[in-house]
T-cell receptor
Framework: DTGVSQNPRHKITKRGQNVTFRCDPISEHNRLYWYRQTLGQGPEFLTYFQNEAQLEKSRLLSDRFSAERPKGSFSTLEIQRTEQGDSAMYLC?????????????FGPGTRLTVT | AQSVTQLDSQVPVFEEAPVELRCNYSSSVSVYLFWYVQYPNQGLQLLLKYLSGSTLVKGINGFEAEFNKSQTSFHLRKPSVHISDTAEYFCAVSERTGTASKLTFGTGTRLQVTL
């Protein structure tokens, strides 16, 4: 069990550029979640995948945000035309089930800074 | 929607002293509650969870929490803290979103342990 991994760990970009983050979940986990954490706040849910299907995306912050999980393994989160307000930590989590009892395992996060 | 309130943004404490981090939740249905710890520049690690059964839950690193339904609280305690416990602590409630579950976090409590 190598845990959830995320790349890159840090990303600095200029306003208006597109960025893409990758998340590799724990291998046997078929559920994958993305959260955003801004300074001084707890993580905020963005979207969820069951295998390759994106079953909940209403919390994505705007149409500039999109996520994919093409083969039901790794996932990518893309932000187009970045804004300074997008600066945050982006966390990925995975779980083996979708029930409320199931523990979500978090990755180390990708810290985005938009200048 | 469910919510979580962490009443203290920061808790300073001396090493080997006891500590309590407070968490209150709002829910009209059965709740599943979690405490996560976040060390600097790292992701979240599960400390403990309450799903059902005994209201006193023991977790890792000597932490425990007590579920109190009448007071809608889930306070985290440790009888004797160590310098290495310095971190951000998040209380979270699991709730349904579509066909899956998501975690709704509090704003966090920073535990600062000093000599």
């Amino acid at each position: 069990d190598t845990g959830v991994s995320q790349n890159p760990r840090h990303k600095i970009t200029k306003r208006g550029q597109n960025v893409t983050f990758r998340c590799d979940p724990i291998s046997e986990h078929n559920r994958l979640y993305w959260y955003r954490q801004t300074l001084g706040q707890g993580p905020e849910f963005l979207t969820y995948f069951q295998n390759e299907a994106q079953l909940e995306k209403s919390r994505l912050l705007s149409d500039r945000f999109s996520a994919e999980r093409p083969k039901g393994s790794f996932s990518t989160l893309e932000i187009q035309r970045t804004e300074q307000g997008d600066s945050a930590m982006y966390l990925c989590a995975s779980s083996v089930g979708s029930g409320r009892r199931n523990e979500q395992y978090f990755g180390p996060g990708t810290r985005l800074t938009v200048t | 929607a469910q919510s979580v309130t962490q009443l203290d943004s920061q808790v300073p404490v001396f090493e080997e002293a006891p500590v309590e981090l407070r968490c209150n939740y709002s829910s009209s249905v059965s709740v599943y509650l979690f405490w996560y710890v976040q060390y600097p520049n790292q992701g979240l690690q599960l400390l403990l969870k309450y799903l059902s059964g005994s209201t006193l839950v023991k977790g890792i690193n000597g932490f425990e929490a007590e579920f109190n339904k009448s007071q809608t609280s889930f306070h985290l305690r440790k009888p004797s803290v160590h310098i290495s416990d310095t971190a951000e602590y998040f209380c979270a409630v699991s709730e349904r979103t579509g066909t899956a579950s998501k975690l709704t976090f509090g704003t966090g409590t920073r535990l600062q342990v000093t000599l």
